[in-house]
C-alpha cells in the first residue's frame, strides 16, 4: 500500500516562500509520476506540478511557472515543492499524489484521474 504525507504548508505574506515535502512510501517508486495539485474552496482540484521519479523534464501549470520548482530526492523517498513569490491566488489546499505505469505526457499528468495515490493534503495561506 502507498502512503504518501504531506507537510510544510502554513500561512505566509504575499510574495513570500514555502516549501511542501511529500514523503512516500510503501512501495518501489521508480516507474511512478509524482504530481502536485491545489485546491481552493468552491474550486476543482487543479494540476500544479509534475515529476517523474526516473528522470525527465517536469512539467508545471502556467501560472506557477517561474515561482515554483519540484524536485525529488530518491533517497529519502521524498517530493518537494518549492514555492516562491507566492499570491493570494496560491491559497489553497495542496496535495500530492503518485501515478504507477502511466504515460508521463503534459495530457496525462495534468489530470487527477491519473493518479491511484493521493495524500491527506496541507493547507497553504497567503495574506496580502
Known amino acids: 500500500q502507498v502512503q504518501l504525507v504531506e507537510s510544510g504548508g502554513g500561512l505566509v505574506q504575499d510574495g513570500g516562500s514555502l516549501r511542501l515535502s511529500c514523503a512516500a512510501s510503501?512501495?518501489?517508486?521508480?516507474?511512478?509520476?509524482m504530481g502536485w495539485f491545489r485546491q481552493a474552496p468552491g474550486k476543482e482540484r487543479e494540476f500544479v506540478a509534475a515529476i517523474r521519479w526516473s528522470g525527465g523534464s517536469p512539467y508545471y501549470t502556467d501560472s506557477v511557472k517561474g515561482r515554483f520548482t519540484i524536485s525529488k530526492d530518491s533517497g529519502k523517498n521524498t517530493v518537494y515543492l518549492q514555492m516562491n513569490s507566492l499570491k493570494s491566488e496560491d491559497t489553497a489546499v495542496y496535495y500530492c499524489?503518485?501515478?504507477?505505469?502511466?504515460?508521463?505526457?503534459?495530457?496525462?499528468?495534468?489530470?487527477?484521474?491519473?493518479?491511484?495515490?493521493w495524500g491527506q493534503g496541507t493547507q497553504v495561506t497567503v495574506s496580502s
Open positions: 499524489a503518485a501515478a504507477i505505469d502511466v504515460a508521463y505526457s503534459q495530457g496525462t499528468v495534468q489530470r487527477p484521474t491519473s493518479y491511484a495515490y
Open positions: 510503501g512501495r518501489t517508486f521508480s516507474r511512478y509520476n
